[in-house]
Structures are given as structure tokens and as C-alpha cells.
């Protein structure tokens, strides 16, 4: 087994730690957390349990990710134990990013301190909107007045990398409320931005009351997507991926590793990792990842990691693209022929303007990013 990890024990890995609580759910949210939060001392002694697992291994982290559900419902205590159960497992470098995802009613100054404290030392916020009443649609607690004041206790606090989500697509959004939203953003100043169409998924409060019909068309939210990236473009902002734009510097570290492949444990219940050619991920079920201690059966994920259908799929999502003699390196069923079958293909989108060549890179343009789904749809490997 230790034998299995050598490849990547000499680099840093990404850390993702799932916490699954929130305060209630969100109107369109189908990521997996719960209201209750009984089982938070269970969920915190499996958590140790799980990552005692990859004690010994020599593994190096070179970021650290608290996602959720809502890890800022976590006490500064609670969040030091699994600080500490990081620092026992892993040897966390030095110059390691360290997120935490807080959403902004949870949050103050003295809080957001003692998180600092800990080596916290980037924020990402979801905020979504600078208009109330499309946050009211949303389902969420905070109202903007809210976040800002969350993100002026974040500088307070002394934090310098901050992100914030926004949403587009959402209910009562229109052409003004968007520039709205953008300019209030702009005026927080954050170092990062990550922009989300909404999608309504199957199961969620959204898909029941069919909150589309409070939507523009998806015409209407691709010009708002070209209007997010333009205005931050202007604002200095690089488009790095689909979703997101950062101030030089500011780009996610941690996110990077899923886009370019790169190694990540996930812990927590829906967590998700990828190490040494293997994708796996603990069931989405709080209650028998307490039972088990953590150690609840991980789950294969099909598809090896060095794919090229995978890696063009990530890949493609970053303004850097990918480079198809690479990833024919990597998988011997992307060769010479099925490089230039691809190249073929691709030759009808760059002339329409949604993505570059420039010999064996290619590249979505901002239009192309917008409509990757069809694309990857079209141009990857059957
Ligand atoms: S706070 Fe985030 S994770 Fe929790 S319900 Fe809302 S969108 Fe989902």
C-alpha cells in the first residue's frame, strides 16, 4: 500500500474536508449536508479516524479545503481538532493555502479571528447576490448588507484572500440587477470571484415549485455570464476557469488540483479523491460514516484518472487548455490519429469562434467556455 503512494509523496497534496451541516437548505441545493446537528461530535471523531488512516504515509499538503454544507457552523474548537488531525496526518507545508467556506450570517470579527488563528488564511464567502429578494428566492439567511459586513470583518480580521460566489440565472435576476450585483461586488474588492450558472436539479425545493419560470431564458443568462467576465476582465480580473476569476495570484490552488488532475484526498461523508490513478469517495450518508468510524466502504469511481476523455473534460475548463500530446502520453488510446481525429473536429469550433488551436494546445474562448458542455459533447473521444 505505502509503496502504491511514492508517485505523488514528494509533492503536496490538495485536502478536502466535507462538512456537512447547514443551518437549513437552500431552495436549489442538492449538495449533501444536514439540518441536524446532533452528530457534529460523531462526525468529528470519525473524521480523526479517517484521516489516522493515511497516518504514516509520508504524504506532504500543500492546501487544505473546508467545504460543505456550512463548515463555518463549526466552532473555532471544533475546527482546531481537525486543524490538528490535518498537522498529525500530513505534513502541511509551510506556505500552504488553507479555504474555508463561511457563509456570511454565521460569521463575525472575534469568530473569524480565531479561525485566522488556527492558519486559515483564505475565506471563500457565498453570497450569490447584492439583491435581497433574489437571496430571499434563493433560500439563503443572509441579506447583503449581511456579507458585507461579513467581508469587512474578514479584513478586519486580517484575512487578504477572499473570494466570494456569485449566482446567474437566479430568480427575479435581470439585465440591471446583475450590474447592480457586479458593481456592489467590485466595491467588496475580493481577491476572488467564482460564478455559477444555477442549474435546477431533480429533488430540490426549485425543481418542485418549477422556480424556472422566475428565470431569464438561457439566452438571457449567457449574456449575463459574457457580462460577469467582461466587466471583471476589465476590473483585472483573469479568467482562469469556466467559473472563476481571480486578481494575479489570487487563483484557487486547491481547485486547480481537480482541473489539472493532480492528487487530492477528500474526507467526510460525499467526499471525493483522486491519488495515484484511483477516483473514489466516501457514500453520502452521515449516520454510517459515524458507524464506521470513517471507514465506511470507499466507492470506485470508473474511468482511471490518466483517461483522455477525463483529462480533456477538466482540462478544457481552464483558460491554459490542454495539450492532446500530453494527455496522449499519458493514455496510449489517444494517439497520433485520435490527436488529429480530435483536431478535425475541433477545426469547425475555432472558426466559429469558440475555441483556439496553436499546435498541440487548444484552448475554449470566453463563447466556447459558455457552451462546454455541447462542445466536450462533441469533441470528445467516443
Ligand atoms: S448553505 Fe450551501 S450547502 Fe448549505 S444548503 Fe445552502 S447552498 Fe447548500
Not at 470579527?109 to 492558519?119: I, P
Not at 435546477?200 to 449567457?222: H, M, W
Amino acid at each position: 500500500m505505502e509503496r502504491q503512494f511514492e508517485s505523488v509523496s514528494q509533492k503536496g497534496i490538495g485536502v478536502y474536508i466535507h462538512v456537512p451541516f447547514c443551518a437549513s437548505k437552500c431552495s436549489y441545493c442538492d449538495f449533501y449536508s444536514r439540518v441536524r446537528q446532533d452528530q457534529k461530535a460523531g462526525y468529528l471523531d470519525a473524521l480523526e479516524q479517517e484521516m489516522f488512516g493515511w497516518k504514516n504515509r509520508g504524504l506532504k499538503a500543500d492546501t487544505v479545503f473546508f467545504g460543505g454544507g456550512t463548515p463555518s457552523l463549526l466552532t473555532p474548537s471544533e475546527l482546531e481538532r481537525i486543524v490538528h488531525a490535518v498537522k498529525t496526518n500530513f505534513a502541511l507545508l509551510p506556505d500552504a493555502e488553507v479555504t474555508m467556506e463561511a457563509n456570511p450570517e454565521t460569521v463575525d470579527q472575534a469568530y473569524l479571528e480565531a479561525v485566522a488563528a488556527l492558519g486559515i488564511n483564505r475565506l471563500s464567502f457565498g453570497v450569490q447576490s447584492a439583491i435581497d429578494r433574489e437571496l430571499k428566492a434563493l433560500g439563503r439567511r443572509h441579506t447583503y448588507e449581511r456579507a458585507v459586513q461579513a467581508v469587512s470583518d474578514a479584513k478586519a480580521a486580517s484575512f487578504s484572500n477572499i473570494s466570494v460566489d456569485l449566482m446567474l440565472g437566479i430568480p427575479y435576476q435581470t439585465a440591471d440587477s446583475l450590474r447592480v450585483t457586479l458593481s456592489q461586488i467590485l466595491a467588496l474588492a475580493p481577491q476572488h470571484v467564482s460564478c455559477y450558472l444555477l442549474k435546477i436539479e431533480e429533488g430540490t425545493p426549485f425543481y418542485r415549485k418549477n422556480a424556472g419560470q422566475l428565470c431569464v431564458s438561457e439566452d438571457e443568462t449567457a449574456d449575463f455570464y459574457l457580462t460577469v467576465a467582461r466587466t471583471l476582465r476589465q476590473a483585472g480580473y483573469h479568467h482562469y476557469e469556466i467559473s472563476n476569476f481571480a486578481l494575479p495570484g489570487f487563483e484557487s490552488h486547491h481547485n486547480l488540483k481537480y482541473w489539472r488532475d493532480q492528487p487530492y484526498l477528500g474526507f467526510g461523508p460525499a467526499a471525493h479523491s483522486c491519488i495515484d490513478g484511483r477516483r473514489f469517495y466516501n457514500p453520502p450518508d452521515l449516520q454510517q460514516y459515524i458507524e464506521t468510524d470513517g471507514r465506511c466502504s470507499l466507492r470506485e469511481e470508473s474511468g482511471a484518472v490518466q483517461d483522455a476523455a477525463e483529462r480533456l473534460m477538466l482540462g478544457l475548463r481552464l483558460d491554459e487548455g490542454v495539450d492532446l500530446s500530453e494527455i496522449g502520453k499519458k493514455d496510449p488510446s489517444f494517439d497520433e490519429q485520435a490527436q488529429r481525429q480530435f483536431l478535425k473536429k475541433a477545426a469547425v469550433y475555432e472558426r466559429a469562434g469558440l475555441l483556439e488551436v496553436d499546435g498541440s494546445r487548444v484552448f475554449l474562448t470566453e463563447e466556447g467556455m459558455l457552451v462546454s458542455n455541447m462542445l466536450l459533447a462533441r469533441l470528445l473521444p467516443d
